[in-house]
T-cell receptor
Framework: LAKTTQPISMDSYEGQEVNITCSHN???????ITWYQQFPSQGPRFIIQ???TKVTNEVASLFIPADRKSSTLSLPRVSLSDTAVYYC??????????????FGSGTRLLVRP | DAGVTQSPTHLIKTRGQQVTLRCSPK?????VSWYQQALGQGPQFIFQ???????QRGNFPDRFSGHQFPNYSSELNVNALLLGDSALYLC?????????????FGSGTRLTVV
């Protein structure tokens, strides 16, 4: 069971780039790295997923080094609405090829004006 | 395209009672997972259903049970409610590729046990 470690909280200002790093030293060969965003009283929302190198979509980039023991979520030019909890997850592939998500405590990002 | 729908949105129950929460997965998704999220904590995995069977289970007592119907919708049942069961209960569905492309979560049911 691959566990993740990420900062408890981060502060930023509007317009800045925010990088949240997650450590997953015991990641398995078949595991993917997925990031979710959650606002209060809402379900988590899928942001981005990757296996290695760099992945970019319309909202974020995900950087994964060759050893895959860590990953960095990059949010370009954050706004106040990006204030949320961000979770880094590593897929837990059970013996029967099923796939469940195990959440840690996440990183609370506060974006200030 | 409707996402994951959960009902009810809020619920208040008395200690010792039983509760049933419902979830309709996103169209095209066949796997449903349930999570419990206490205030200030990350979601905790309860169990996952696929093809109407419980496929995986987290560290939750037998008071927590579930069901998946042929249309892929699901129910979470909790018996003998405790005050500590107060939480946001989240349902998530995923593609037949077993979630590798991301889960879709509902907005949850806020359960308060008094």
């Amino acid at each position: 069971l691959a566990k993740t470690t990420q900062p408890i909280s981060m502060d930023s200002y509007e317009g800045q780039e925010v990088n949240i790093t997650c450590s997953h030293n015991n990641i398995a060969t078949n595991d993917y790295i997925t990031w979710y965003q959650q606002f209060p009283s809402q379900g988590p929302r899928f942001i981005i997923q990757g296996y290695k190198t760099k992945v970019t979509n319309e909202v974020a980039s995900l950087f994964i080094p060759a050893d895959r023991k860590s990953s960095t979520l990059s949010l370009p030019r954050v706004s106040l609405s990006d204030t949320a909890v961000y979770y880094c997850l590593v897929g837990d592939l059970a013996g029967d090829s099923s796939y469940k998500l195990i959440f840690g405590s996440g990183t609370r990002l506060l974006v200030r004006p | 395209d409707a996402g994951v729908t959960q009902s009810p949105t809020h619920l208040i129950k008395t200690r010792g009672q039983q509760v049933t929460l419902r979830c309709s997965p996103k169209s095209g998704h066949d796997t449903v997972s349930w999570y419990q999220q206490a205030l200030g904590q990350g979601p905790q995995f309860i169990f996952q259903y696929y093809e109407e069977e419980e496929r995986q289970r987290g560290n939750f007592p037998d008071r927590f049970s579930g069901h998946q119907f042929p249309n892929y919708s699901s129910e979470l049942n909790v018996n003998a409610l405790l005050l500590g069961d107060s939480a946001l209960y989240l349902c998530a569905s995923s593609l037949p590729e077993k979630g590798r492309y991301g889960y879709t979560f509902g907005s949850g049911t806020r359960l308060t046990v008094v």
